[in-house]
């Protein structure tokens, strides 16, 4: 699909001859072409994950079926479109449903996707049939589009193995970073943000689950790092805005940074990926802004990340023209 903002810029291009005796104006035309927010317009999309492979940038979705005003979360499968210039992005269609977890009844919730050692793992919130509560799940496959399995044949974290909080939906909203000496870090929460290791073979934690302690957190962790800096972005308070904290491990202790993105109309959530692609940093959210879209049914946005000299984030604020197209 393609939404287009052309902008139209005038520059003056001059062109010197014989110095001094004879000089020539013209004037070049140069077209930008704008992706527009939301990226997203065939459907109701949310809960952004994002993942760069073969130079094509990849975003993973949350799929909103809800029917206009009426009330609840209705999310049955997870959606993958993919671009490689931020402006055309290609729908692959629903790649991952709560199907495919036997454990699982219902509520494809957020989700994340990473890559190691050539498999791919989909790291996604469902509720649990038999364990009261939300629960995560992790799908693996060889190829980014699929098709996905249950990497576990089980829940790789359920309600009842963390017990900081007694709601049934604390343990949601899996954020999988991998460092570059290999080493995988889970976070996750609702209320109360959790932190695991994963083991190497990316289905079992690797030590107890441990608490970060950051304000006003709500949910949606994400983690990145950028120049030996590692960042938890997340959403807080509610209706949600997205703040950040930064440390010098995956593992903190992390310094909280303060607002990252305001709070959007019409959407009480939002959840974020922070991806760099061909050199540039992209802030990956949803919104309600799509006609007929609204708390149930959201859409999924793409607007600059900007870093500062000292290494903090710069205050990201929503547009409607979104990022420009990438010279081929
Ligand atoms: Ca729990």
């Not at 799908?139 to 089980?154: C, H, K, M, T």
């Not at 960042?231 to 703040?243: G, R």
């Not at 949803?286 to 000299?309: I, P, W």
Request: with cysteine; glycine share 8%; net charge negative.
């Amino acid at each position: 699909m393609k939404n287009l903002f052309l902008i139209l810029l005038l520059g003056g291009l001059f062109s010197c001859q014989n110095a001094g005796q004879h000089s020539e104006a013209t004037t070049a035309k140069t077209e930008v072409t704008y992706a527009g927010n939301p990226i997203i317009q065939d459907m109701y999309t949310a809960d952004p994950a994002a993942w760069v492979h073969n130079d094509t940038l990849f975003v993973f979705t949350g799929h909103d079926e809800q029917e206009e005003g009426a009330e609840g979360f209705v999310m049955n499968d997870w959606m993958v479109y993919s671009t490689t210039d931020m402006v055309n992005w290609t729908n692959h269609g629903p790649r991952l449903s709560v199907d495919v977890f036997d454990w699982a009844k219902a509520d494809a919730w957020a989700a994340h996707l990473v890559e190691k050692d050539g498999k791919f793992y989909w790291f996604v919130t469902v509720e649990h049939a038999s364990i009261p509560g939300k629960a995560i799940g992790v799908a693996v496959s060889d190829n980014i589009l699929g098709p996905y399995e249950d990497a576990i044949g089980s829940a790789l974290i359920t309600n009842d193995m963390t017990t900081q909080t007694d709601i049934f939906w604390d343990d949601i909203d899996p954020a999988v970073f991998i460092d570059a000496d290999g080493t995988a870090h889970l976070y996750w929460g609702n209320t109360v943000l959790k932190y695991a290791p994963l083991k190497e073979n990316m289905t079992e934690l690797d030590g107890p689950i441990e608490v970060i302690d950051v304000p006003s957190f709500t949910e949606g962790p994400y983690v990145f790092k950028r120049n030996d800096q590692y960042f938890l972005t997340f959403s807080a308070q509610f209706p949600e805005v997205i703040d950040y904290a930064m440390a010098d491990s995956p593992a903190g202790p992390w310094v909280y940074k303060g607002r990252l993105f305001d709070e959007v109309p019409n959407s009480p959530t939002n959840h974020q990926a922070v991806v760099e692609y061909k050199g540039d940093w992209y802030f990956v959210y949803h919104n309600a802004a799509l006609k007929g879209g609204g708390e149930f049914r959201r859409s999924v946005c793409v607007d600059y990340a900007y870093f500062d000299d000292d290494g903090s984030m710069k205050e990201i604020v929503p547009t409607e023209k979104g990022v420009m197209e990438i010279d081929k």
